[in-house]
């Protein structure tokens, strides 16, 4: 639930380069002496080596280099980044008409000051960085650069590349040694040694016949691990680069594998890179999206960049400007990053209306949410395209009611106060605020950057509505867990408890079928750490509703008995596939009903993901199927509820999967509850444009659209005559059974 980034690593407050780009004092030349500076060009050319006036030059240079540098009424930017943008020539095109690229000086780009202010901190408070980055955004360059750097200012530095595949690794070993010669002269050191797998810089000198290493001995090591996972072992590194991480097979293994070579005891004085590109998970590791979503559990600080941020090249002619609109502006360093958004999306739904795989790979490509980057074609139970075009719509701010962060509190009285001053424990304490009937209230937290453990859409309406609908429509279910793991020693193997609430039909102006609430969270390991049960009690308290919890997961059943919350725990449900189940509270997942509940997840992906805000829940979905996703298997659990709750129409809904399983087909609506307790189906218009539908006279040719109009006759003869026999005593229960094979008549599942 929590970004752990936002409390374990230290806050980097990064300048706001858009609107600093508006201002008349913004000239990014001056970040680049060495390149605009005519004064400073002519002392680098003129002063004489040996002189004090050269010595002094240069020695301002080197500490700009070092420490950084912050011109007149301009942002600090870090020496790497200075030393980068001053002292290096890369391969770029000079201008947009150019053909060919050259070696010129680095163009200044706010990404580049980001992300060299974002490793300087790494640096300093000791962790790492995962960055998920579209397509030729020049991460491989920066990682080149800092190698370099690394080499030149550090004497005995060492450096690790390491890749999944050698040619990926080689590519990376040419860039920086490219970097080490396209450096300015008075930067430059001898080569000790040069092979195919390593790079040192330094000298030797002979003195009594005998030759020894001198000056820098810093050393760039390259590996490729696909065999050899601890390649680096046994090493002392001051930077790690993983090249490529999504076609980086044994990514985790390798990165665990190396974490020793970067720290001291339990400090980390080296600095892990790791970084890929969407579209390469499906080919390669998926180590990198595990490694993305546990980064905290790898002391690494997540760091997204989307394909708006830094996109070169222009868009369409704008006709009150009467010219086309550039995206990234060189004289400023930065993207107009609104409009390079709006035409990556335009250029999406291009794709999307020719050809699908050009559509997935345009969103792996050039990513706009952090989901485009993982997005996949295979593997998965659920619809990853449905999912990750939901994401965009949370992104795009399309919620009916605003999602909120925040934690859950108790309002205890003085009595309740001073009882539990007497407490030992958290079960204790919880124990005492049931009986004294203490309320529960939430808090939305009021900076970004505060820890919370509850989301949430909207308020508890159980108490407004139960009384005239019959039935509470908010309903909750429970993922638990009963062993204890620690994350940080166990971060691949790790189960977190996931707690929903999820709001059915309660009306005709209230939106329904969609999660109100969640809270995931896993205790500190230890055997008695009881945090998630209480929060978890809090939960079914504030939201009024019974939680329906995997009867396997024994400990949260005694912890809601034994403070006295049992009246909060939901009875086993009336389902056909649970009628021989022993147990009173919650629900046993052997296979059957495990693969109902695949079922309900979906058709809930297909008929009511749009209503879906609360982005843990679309992220967790991405992922069922391949990993272990606590929160799906908590919403699989709730929609098994949501069947027991109207179980006049359980059946209806199984059979409907089925038949929709069976047709292939994708209706861009959803199935509901109306105030009679009636399945209804109602399509959804937005959602009807994105969602390919079947329309008879327009997907199939002539013979089988005759057959299926002769199809739906011969259905609506068998119907009427099932209406006839209904009132006729003695053919009821060939009604009851012939009506099963109507269930899908005219945008009804029934037509009684």
Known sequence: MEDYSKTIFPFLKIPDFETLAKEDTWNIKRYQPMVYNEDVIHKAKTLK????????????????????????????????????????????????????????????????????????????????????????????????????????????????AAAGKDDKV???????????????????????????????????????????????????RVKT????????????????????????????????????????GNVQFGVPLVYGTGGDIEKGSSGYKQMWDNHASYNLKKLFIPAYLYYPGDGEYDEKLKKKVTFFNPETGVTNRSAAREFIIAQREVKKR???????????????IESDIFIRTKGGLLDRIKLNYQLERINEGHAFEPVEKGNLVWMDNDETKRLLNRAKNIKERTKIRL?????????????????????????????????????????????????????????????????????????????????????????????????????????????????????????????????????????????????????????????????????????????????????????????????????????????????????????????????????GQNTGGSWYVDVDGVLQYEMDHEMQEIMTSFLPERDLDKASYDEFINMKKVKEEKRLQAEKDYFDNNKKQKYEEQRLYSYFTDGAMFDD
């Not at 040694?177 to 450096?183: G, H």
């Not at 072992?233 to 999504?246: D, K, L, Q, T």
């Not at 020719?354 to 706009?368: C, E, M, R």
């Not at 997840?601 to 992220?619: C, G, Q, S, T, W």
């Open 225 to 264: 691990m696909y065999s050899d996972s601890g390649a680096f072992e046994g090493g002392s590194y001051n930077m790690v680069i993983f090249e490529e991480a999504g076609l980086f097979e044994n990514l985790t293994m390798s990165y665990t594998a190396t974490l020793p070579c970067f720290m001291d």
């Open 435 to 663: 009986s004294r009937k203490s309320k529960v209230q939430f808090e939305p937290i009021k900076e970004p950057d505060e820890p919370y453990f509850m989301v949430k859409q909207g308020v508890p309406i159980n108490k407004q509505v139960s009384n005239s609908i019959g039935y509470k429509p908010d309903i909750g279910a429970c993922d638990s867990y009963d062993e204890a793991v620690d994350q940080k020693k166990n971060p691949s193997n790790y189960s977190s408890g996931a707690i929903v609430a999820y709001r059915c039909f309660s009306g005709p102006t209230r939106e329904s079928n969609y999660p109100v609430g969640l809270i995931v969270e896993r205790g500190d390991g230890s055997f008695d750490d009881d945090v998630f049960y209480e929060h978890a009690v809090m939960f079914a308290i504030y939201w009024d509703i019974e939680v329906l919890i995997e009867h396997t997961k024994f400990h949260i059943e005694r912890y809601f008995k034994d403070v006295g919350a049992e009246s909060y725990l939901k009875y086993k449900p009336s389902l056909r596939v649970t009628e021989n189940h022993k147990n009173e509270y919650g629900i046993k997942m052997p296979y059957e009903v495990k693969s109902l509940g695949e079922k309900l997840l979906k058709a809930e992906v297909r008929d009511n993901i749009h209503n879906y805000f609360i982005p843990e829940f679309i992220h967790d979905m991405m992922k069922y199927g391949e990993e272990n996703t606590d929160i799906s298997m908590a919403l699989m659990i709730c929609l098994l509820y949501k069947l027991d709750l109207f179980e006049d129409i359980t059946e209806d809904i199984e059979k409907a999967n089925e038949f929709f399983d069976k047709e």
């Open 49 to 160: 080596p040996g002189t004090l006036a050269y010595d002094d030059f240069w020695d301002e240079m080197d500490y700009y280099c070092i420490n950084g540098f912050e011109p007149p009424g301009m942002p600090r930017i870090t020496g790497r980044h200075f030393y980068y943008l001053n002292m290096t020539m890369i391969e770029r095109l000079k201008s947009k008409t150019s053909k060919r690229k050259t070696l010129e000086p680095p163009l200044y780009r706010d990404l580049d000051h980001w992300l060299f202010l974002e490793l300087e901190h790494a640096q300093l408070y000791g962790y790492g960085l995962i960055i998920g980055k579209p397509r030729r955004v020049g991460l491989s360059e920066f990682g080149a650069v800092n190698s370099n750097y690394e080499l030149t200012f550090h004497t005995l530095a060492k450096i690790g």
């Open 170 to 220: 080689q590519e990376f070993y040419e860039k920086v040694q490219s970097s080490l010669k396209n450096t300015r002269p008075e930067y430059r050191n001898g080569i000790l040694r040069k092979n195919d797998g390593e790079i040192s810089l330094g000298y030797q000198n002979t003195i009594n016949k005998i030759k020894s290493d001198y000056g820098l001995q810093s050393v760039l």
């Open 354 to 368: 020719l050809d699908q795989d050009s559509y997935i790979k345009h969103l792996q490509s050039y990513p706009v």
